[in-house]
């Protein structure tokens, strides 16, 4: 797998609603769920993951999930 900039990504980079996504996107949620949860609709979602991708990096919700579990957003966060 190619290296991610993930390991330059400092936690507070991402604004809070960007740490709530990742932390969902780690648990395995769909847009759909994210959104249910947040209370926004499935396109904003989709915003919040195009902007994480970019600040990370990162070209799929797999390299996303795993940027998440090294910043400790995994379950439980």
Same mark, same amino acid.
């Given at each position: 797998m190619a290296e991610t900039a993930s390991h330059a990504l400092a936690p507070t980079a991402l604004s809070? #609603?960007?740490?709530?996504?990742?932390?969902? *996107?780690?648990?395995?949620?769909?847009? #759909?769920?994210i959104a249910r949860r947040m209370g *926004?609709?499935?396109?904003?979602?989709?915003t919040y993951v195009r902007r994480l991708r970019s600040k990370t990096g990162s070209v799929n919700r797999i390299q996303l999930a795993h940027i998440a579990f090294q910043l400790g957003y995994g379950p439980g966060y």
């Open positions: 809070p #609603r960007e740490k709530e996504v990742l932390a969902h *996107l780690a648990q395995g949620c769909t847009y #759909r769920i *926004l609709s499935p396109h904003t979602v989709d």
